[in-house]
């Protein structure tokens, strides 16, 4: 670890002005150092945020620092992801946010300790975890709204600009998918939507997981109050391949199987598909991160759309709502 005053990156030195901001940590005693290395692909984690461990004094580290990448900056909420940090830590769902500095959109937060580990989809396929992973949910959805609503059909409004005027390559049936968006989300908004606070981003590598089966959420960045279907569609498509196994999902959720719901949830899934491949192509001609797999995690997603949309049953599924 490292102390103030020698920073050797863009990355060191906006965490020295945020650690520098903070009055809960002597500066002068401060040590700190890198916490995780960015990979976009097989999973999504570390490319949209830059993490320091920093340690008070001569002790272990006990803090972590996140700093909130500017590469989709104009897509995250700030003052809503730390509301949300707050009210999870409060169920206790995860660590404490302990300190802000909000000039370099850094986030100082309680460090998970020995024995603590980024989730994979492995352990989060079994049924003891996933049951967790949903009693979760539904706890937050259970409290007061967070203060920003979202659809992932307005996130690929607000990114499909974004993307288009980029130097972006797109895939050649782009607007294929585009245009079944629009049937999706007309049909939702028929059935009718009922909003919830939620974390929204349920991905494995937004999952923690500690001795004596302890787990914790992490990354507020997607918070906000959301369809609780999204969240579990996307969930059920992050971690099973046959929708066999995702309806057990929805009974846990629900305390019973509805084929409407589930149609709803797989509409969802094909939907943050698409959003997550053009956010993630946005962060391939954005990003200085050199290496990291944009491309490949982008292509992915495409192509998991892909295959959704194109499948026999899909239509079947708008119009069934």
Known sequence: MKRLGRPGTAAEKRAERAIGNMPI???????????????????YHAVESTTFNVALGGNGASLLLRLANDEVAELVDD??????????????????????????????FSRLGDGWRTAKIDDLMQGA????LVHMQKTIAAGEPLGRSWSVFDGIDRLWPLVATSS????????WMLAWMTSIREAISAAGVELKPAHGDPQCSNVMLGPNDAMMLVDFDMAGDID????????????????????????MHDGQFSETAFSRCRLYAAADDLYWALRSLLQDVRSPLQGV??????????????????????????RSL
């Open 25 to 43: 940590i002597d500066a002068n005693r401060a040590l700190y150092e890198l916490s995780a290395f960015p990979v976009a692909s097989p999973s």
């Open 79 to 108: 003052e809503v992801a730390f509301v949300a940090a707050q009210r999870l830590h409060g169920l206790g769902l995860s660590p404490a946010p302990v300190a802000r500095a909000p000039a370099e959109r850094a986030v100082l």
């Open 129 to 132: 975890a996933v049951v967790r």
């Open 168 to 175: 972006a390559v797109l895939p050649g049936d782009v607007d």
């Open 228 to 251: 609780p279907y999204y969240q579990l569609g996307v969930q059920m498509n992050e971690l099973y391949l046959f929708e066999s196994q995702m309806k057990p999902l929805l009974e």
């Open 293 to 318: 797999e944009f491309l490949k995690y982008a292509s992915w997603r495409f192509l998991r759309c892909r295959m959704l949309l194109g499948h026999p049953s899909f239509e079947e599924r708008v």
